[in-house]
C-alpha cells in the first residue's frame, strides 16, 4: 500500500515571517534559533533544523473537524520555510528519531484507532492503518510533547 506524509503547507506561516519579536508575542508565538539537531522539527519540511536557522513556535490548529477530536497543539515551523515536503513511502528522519502517536481517522473526523511506535517502525504502523478501509487519513505526533508531527495519506 502506498502512502505519502506530508508536511504542513507554509500559507498560514508566512505573514509571520520577519515579524518583530513583540509583534509575534502579539499573535501567542514565539521565534528561536536552533541550538541543537535534532530538538527543533520543522512541521513544513519535516526535517530537524540545522543549529543557527530560526524557527517560529506557533499554535496550529490540526485537527479541525467538528468533532469532540478537534485540537490544535504548538508546533515549529522553520522561518522563511516557503514549499511543504510529500515523503512517498518513506518515513523521513525527524519522525524516525523520536517516539511517535499515530491517530487513524475516517473522512468525518472521527477517530478509528490510535498507537504508539517507535518513529523506526511508523511505516509498518502505517500500512496496517489505511489497510482499514474506514480509516481516511493519519495523523503522527510526537509522543512526548503531544505536538502535531504530519499528516499521512493513501498515495
Known amino acids: 500500500m502506498d502512502y505519502q506524509i506530508i508536511g504542513l503547507s507554509p ?7 520577519g515579524l518583530s519579536d513583540a509583534a509575534l508575542a ?23 533544523v540545522e543549529p543557527g536557522e530560526r524557527v517560529l513556535l506557533v ?4 485537527q479541525d473537524g467538528a468533532t469532540p477530536y478537534r485540537a490544535s497543539h504548538a508546533v515549529f515551523v522553520r522561518e522563511g520555510a516557503e514549499q511543504a515536503v510529500t ?16 491517530r487513524a481517522f475516517d473522512a468525518g473526523h472521527w477517530m478509528v484507532d490510535a498507537d504508539l ?7 509498518g504502523l502505517i500500512r496496517r492503518f489505511l ?21 499521512v495519506e493513501r498515495g
Open 26 to 48: 502579539e499573535r501567542n508565538a514565539k521565534r528561536y534559533r536552533a541550538d541543537t539537531r535534532p530538538g527543533f522539527p520543522d512541521r513544513i519540511e519535516i526535517r530537524d
Open 59 to 62: 499554535n496550529f490548529v490540526h
Open 117 to 123: 511506535c517507535d518513529g523506526l517502525r511508523l511505516d
Open 87 to 102: 515523503f512517498r513511502n518513506e518515513v523521513p528522519e525527524a519522525l524516525k528519531l523520536r517516539p511517535l502517536s499515530v
Open 11 to 17: 500559507e498560514p506561516f508566512l505573514a509571520l515571517y
Open 131 to 151: 489497510a482499514n478501509e474506514n480509516v481516511d487519513y493519519l495523523q503522527v505526533h510526537f509522543a512526548k510533547p503531544g505536538c502535531y508531527a504530519a499528516r
